[in-house]
Nanobody, 114 residues
Framework: QVQLVESGGGLVQPGGSLRLSCAASGKMLSIYTMGWYRQAPGKQREMVATITSGGATNYADSVKGRFTISRDNAKNTVYLQMIGLQPEDTAVYYC????????WGQGTQVTVSS
């Protein structure tokens, strides 16, 4: 069983920044992909960014150049640095770990509003 605990969400003004963290614990393989997804009210959950064990990254077009995903394999932790936040970035952000199965965190709310 794998547990994911997210932190770092909150309320920020347009143009502001936030850093999300997701710490994984439990029985994990040595190779797995971690990622961030988000779900806004009334919308489907969408991929924001993913990163493999080797460090290869993938971003949604809407966040390229503004968000940066990184990971610390020694700490089994993935981060999402978000700058230039806009109201359309408002959503619940979920961490996901993918290996033989997909595991999800509980989500952290990010609200961008003046």
């Amino acid at each position: 069983q794998v547990q994911l605990v997210e932190s770092g969400g909150g309320l920020v003004q347009p143009g502001g920044s936030l850093r999300l963290s997701c710490a994984a614990s439990g029985k994990m393989l040595s190779i797995y992909t971690m990622g961030w997804y988000r779900q806004a009210p009334g919308k489907q959950r969408e991929m924001v960014a993913t990163i493999t064990s080797g460090g290869a990254t993938n971003y949604a077009d809407s966040v390229k150049g503004r968000f940066t995903i990184s990971r610390d394999n020694a700490k089994n932790t993935v981060y999402l640095q978000m700058i230039g936040l806009q109201p359309e970035d408002t959503a619940v952000y979920y961490c996901r770990l993918s290996m033989n199965s997909n595991y999800w965190g509980q989500g952290t709310q990010v609200t961008v509003s003046s």
